[in-house]
């Protein structure tokens, strides 16, 4: 049982360059969230998918997109990287409504010149 | 603004009892977590409480929630070189569990 795995564990992109960060979960849980983590600022939601079929954006959405491609996967593309996208990009998943205990990825460090 | 506060930094003697303090402002808060981050890793759940709580313990952790202040703590007895991490303190607001974190606070634990 792997939980919540991302791909890849490091990137290095520069300024205007694309890239798809993947996330994967084998607990059949509904909802699947992306974050990003800078020092200081905790974890900041970027976009969130509350069952397959719908997303819905965070608190910081611009920069990026995503796709719940099916119940196990959520990747998110920034398509045009900016410096300011160097960050730690966390995925996770919970379980449907009643418990939302929230299962994270070890994340992906992202770093744009 | 950020809606979950909590203090950056804390330094506690192995075997002393750590406290780390949080402040929320939304009232209508379902669920309070704590989290821990170790270097490199994602973030773990340590434990929850319901809002309707007032405490909860778990081995050597212990939550408390003031609601009327709108304060949540997590203590940890007998804390170890192990605990030292970043822990996360919080909070769902709606009824299908969207998160809003605190800034996290780095828990160093010297010998």
């Known amino acids: 049982n792997a939980g919540v795995t991302q791909t890849p564990k490091f990137q290095v992109l520069k300024t205007g360059q694309s890239m798809t960060l993947q996330c994967a979960q084998d607990m059949n849980h509904n909802s699947m969230y992306w974050y990003r983590q800078d020092p200081g600022m905790g974890l900041r939601l970027i976009y969130y998918?509350?069952?397959?079929?719908?997303?819905d954006k965070g608190e910081v959405p611009n920069g990026y997109n995503v796709s719940r491609l099916n119940k196990r996967e959520f990747s998110l593309r920034l398509e045009s990287a900016a410096p300011s996208q160097t960050s730690v990009y966390f995925c996770a998943s919970s379980a449907d409504r009643g418990r939302y205990e929230q299962y994270f990825g070890p994340g992906t460090r992202l770093t744009v010149t | 603004g950020e809606d979950v506060e909590q203090s950056l930094f804390l330094s506690v003697r192995e075997g002393d009892s750590s406290v780390i303090n949080c402040t929320y402002t939304d009232s209508s808060s379902t669920y309070l977590y704590w989290y821990k981050q170790e270097p490199g890793a994602g973030l773990q759940l340590l434990t929850y409480i319901f809002s309707n709580m007032d405490m909860k313990q778990d081995q050597r952790l212990t939550v408390l929630l003031n609601k009327k202040d709108k304060h949540l703590s997590l203590r940890i007895a007998d804390t170890q070189t192990g605990d030292s991490a970043i822990y996360f303190c919080?909070?769902?607001?709606?009824?299908?569990?969207?998160?809003?974190f605190g800034a996290g606070t780095q828990v160093v634990v010297t010998p």
């Open positions: 998918s509350a069952s397959e079929g719908t997303t």
């Open positions: 919080a909070e769902s607001r709606n009824s299908w569990g969207k998160f809003q």
